[in-house]
């Protein structure tokens, strides 16, 4: 998979998911690392969605990891704070914000 193909996994998971009730900015930014590398972020703003393969200068977390485990995280094979708490993502700034996020895609 490349970063562009989970850009739009991402965004066509989290459009399922109910974010009308998320006030304010969630800004999240996520560095890809190992053999796939890249930058991505997620943003709700008020309600609206945007996954886009730019750094996100503005940012409330970043979130490092593979493909691999970032993959796993989203199609529910691995649970975030498991990762986290295994060090198989790493994650800077605010950790509330990207639980927000995790509720969300569990929610699509």
């Known amino acids: 998979m490349t970063v562009d193909q989970l850009i739009g996994k991402i965004y066509n998971k989290l459009s399922k998911a109910d974010i009308a009730g998320t ?3 969630v ?3 996520f560095n890809l690392t190992g053999k796939v590398t890249g930058v991505f972020y ?3 703003l008020n309600g609206v969605l945007s996954v886009m393969p730019y750094e996100y200068i503005d940012r409330d977390a970043c979130v ?5 485990n970032l993959e796993k995280i ?3 094979k691995m649970v975030p704070q ?3 708490a295994e060090g198989k993502i790493k994650v800077e700034g605010n950790v509330d914000k ?3 996020l995790a509720e969300l895609l569990k929610q699509a």
């Open 82 to 84: 498991v990762a986290l």
């Open 74 to 76: 989203l199609s529910g």
């Open 98 to 100: 990207v639980m927000v």
């Open 42 to 44: 997620i943003e709700i």
């Open 27 to 29: 800004a999240v930014q």
């Open 23 to 25: 006030q304010g900015k």
């Open 64 to 68: 490092s990891g593979t493909l691999t």
